[in-house]
């Protein structure tokens, strides 16, 4: 079992940036990789970010150029840097984790006002 808690959503203006948060515990050793996934009102949930546990990275069209997933392996934490932020980007952000199965935080509110 892996436990995966959000943080660091909010209120910000375009253009603005914000950082989330994604503390894993549990079976961390099982985790092969983790993502960020987002879905707004009306939306399928679309996959925005994952690194892989040998470090590869990959983003959706969207958000390249302006959003950077990493991790910090000692604290076993994965971070979404989201700059130059747009209306578009307001949804609820999801981590998750593929560890013998997939494992989903429980959501953090991201607002993009215009």
């Known amino acids: 079992q892996v436990q995966l808690v959000e943080s660091g959503g909010g209120l910000v203006q375009a253009g603005g940036s914000l950082r989330l948060s994604c503390a894993a515990s549990?079976?961390?050793?099982?985790?092969?990789?983790m993502g960020w996934y987002r879905q707004a009102p009306g939306k399928q949930r679309e996959l925005v970010a994952a690194?892989?546990?040998?470090?590869?990275?990959n983003y959706a069209d969207s958000v390249k150029g302006r959003f950077t997933i990493s991790r910090d392996n000692a604290k076993n934490t994965v971070y979404l840097q989201m700059n130059s932020l747009k209306p578009e980007d307001t949804a609820v952000y999801y981590c998750?984790?593929?560890?013998?199965?997939?494992?989903w935080g429980q959501g953090t509110q991201v607002t993009v006002s215009s």
């Open positions: 998750a984790a593929d560890a013998d199965g997939d494992y």
């Open positions: 549990g079976s961390i050793f099982s985790i092969n990789a």
């Open positions: 690194i892989t546990s040998g470090g590869s990275t």
